[in-house]
């Protein structure tokens, strides 16, 4: 074995679920699971969300992990995700996951002599409370399709397709509805 190889942290595994839906799960569990060498010294395992700037998870091996900014009072921090006193909490397990917490997730685990990171994207979405899907034809061959999904996030993308062909359809948002028209030739 080298040398470096007896000293480097290395992520294997980041389990990260890639869309859940909002107010089905208690809870949702954010995995980064890695092996460590001989030298341990410093272990940290620290969590970024969208930007890298601020972590909102810390575990400094022996102590006790730390949620901060938009996951503070969020995260089950007596969670354990291993029995590996260098592993136990690798992972943060996200009481009550809404929309707000939607985005880019980095697992960062250093030492003092390495470091490794690896990123996941996580959308927690909200499914429409009302879909409708109007057409009708006007006097100048022309068909409006209106269809519109009430209150889900993320906005939904919306595709109006024939057997000729796709067409474009504009947005037409409003805060608390999502509707999209299309207007394409009358056959």
């Given at each position: 074995?080298?040398?470096?190889?007896?000293?480097?942290?290395?992520?294997?595994?980041?389990?990260?679920?890639?869309?859940?839906?909002?107010?089905?799960?208690?809870?949702?569990?954010?995995?980064?699971?890695?092996?460590?060498?001989?030298?341990?010294?410093?272990?940290?395992?620290?969590?970024?969300?969208r930007n890298k700037a601020r972590p909102v998870y810390?575990?400094?091996?022996?102590?006790?992990?730390?949620?901060?900014?938009?996951?503070?009072?969020?995260?089950?921090?007596?969670?354990?995700?291993?029995?590996?006193?260098?592993?136990?909490?690798?992972?943060?397990?996200?009481?009550?996951?809404?929309?707000?917490?939607?985005?880019?997730?980095?697992?960062?685990?250093?030492?003092?002599?390495?470091?490794?990171?690896?990123?996941?994207?996580?959308?927690?979405?909200?499914?429409?409370?009302?879909?409708?899907?109007?057409?009708n034809k006007t006097d100048d061959d022309t068909v409006?399709?209106?269809?519109?999904?009430?209150?889900?996030?993320?906005?939904?993308?919306?595709?109006?397709?024939?057997?000729?062909?796709?067409?474009?359809?504009?947005?037409?948002?409003?805060?608390?509805?999502?509707?999209?028209?299309?207007?394409?030739?009358?056959?």
């Open positions: 074995m080298q040398k470096n190889q007896l000293n480097a942290v290395k992520i294997v595994k980041i389990v990260v679920p890639e869309i859940i839906q909002y107010g089905v799960q208690d809870a949702v569990i954010l995995d980064c699971d890695y092996t460590y060498g001989n030298n341990t010294s410093g272990l940290v395992v620290k969590w970024f969300f810390q575990w400094i091996m022996s102590q006790k992990p730390q949620d901060m900014g938009i996951l503070r009072g969020r995260v089950d921090l007596a969670y354990r995700a291993s029995s590996d006193p260098l592993k136990m909490h690798r992972a943060l397990r996200i009481v009550k996951p809404n929309t707000d917490i939607s985005g880019d997730y980095t697992c960062v685990v250093s030492t003092f002599m390495e470091e490794d990171s690896r990123t996941r994207r996580m959308i927690v979405f909200v499914p429409e409370t009302n879909f409708r899907l109007i057409q409006n399709v209106i269809c519109a999904a009430d209150r889900a996030f993320p906005a939904p993308n919306l595709t109006l397709a024939t057997p000729e062909r796709s067409y474009k359809i504009e947005d037409v948002c409003s805060i608390q509805q999502l509707a999209y028209k299309a207007i394409a030739p009358y056959r």
